[in-house]
């Protein structure tokens, strides 16, 4: 993709009410795609398409974000790459992916990878996530984001890449464990209910 096409997708992160779902975050994944070896030239451009625009729309009372998001990118990535790249975008719903896919693994282990922040930065991204979801009760916003964090919590393996499972997995499992006590003792100046819990 063209230079001047990524500041004009990076520029649509860009807005008041996206408080963790912003450019930061996208500039991060890509960092971090930046350090992962061993991915093909086309491998390596699906995935960077990808996480440019998978959270291209959002809205956070909406559920389709992902669906459009997944559309923009078809209309806008490189056409031999689309099909793969509307996949990519669409496993950031349910973060599931098969044992086999390895660019999934990638994809979901490096939009998740917030969960196994350092206790600072991940008391910071419950609060930006609290803010983009200003618009719920209260309590419905806790008991929301403590069921998605819980099923986080029953999964197998949160982060599907071995490396990322490897290095991150223990850490994410504290912090998510730690705001479910949170917010079930009505804790949420640092916590908040978020559908994807990422």
Known sequence: MDPVMIEQVLSWYISP?????????IRDCLRQLE???????R?????????????????PLATDNEERSAALAAAHCDSSLRDEVR??????????V???DRCGAI??????SILAADEAEYAAYCTAIQ???HQIPETAYRIGRSRILKQFLERPVIFPYPPYRQRLEQKARQNIAREIADLERGCTGSTAPHPDAR
């Open 17 to 25: 009410d996206r408080h963790y779902h912003g450019i930061d975050h």
């Open 35 to 41: 350090q992962i070896d061993g991915l093909g030239d």
């Open 43 to 59: 491998e390596r451009a699906a995935l960077s398409q990808a996480l440019l625009w998978h959270d291209a729309v959002y809205d």
């Open 87 to 96: 996949r990519l975008v669409l496993l950031t719903r349910s973060h599931s």
């Open 98 to 100: 098969d044992d086999t």
């Open 107 to 112: 994809m979901v282990s490096i939009d998740l």
């Open 131 to 133: 803010r983009e979801y």
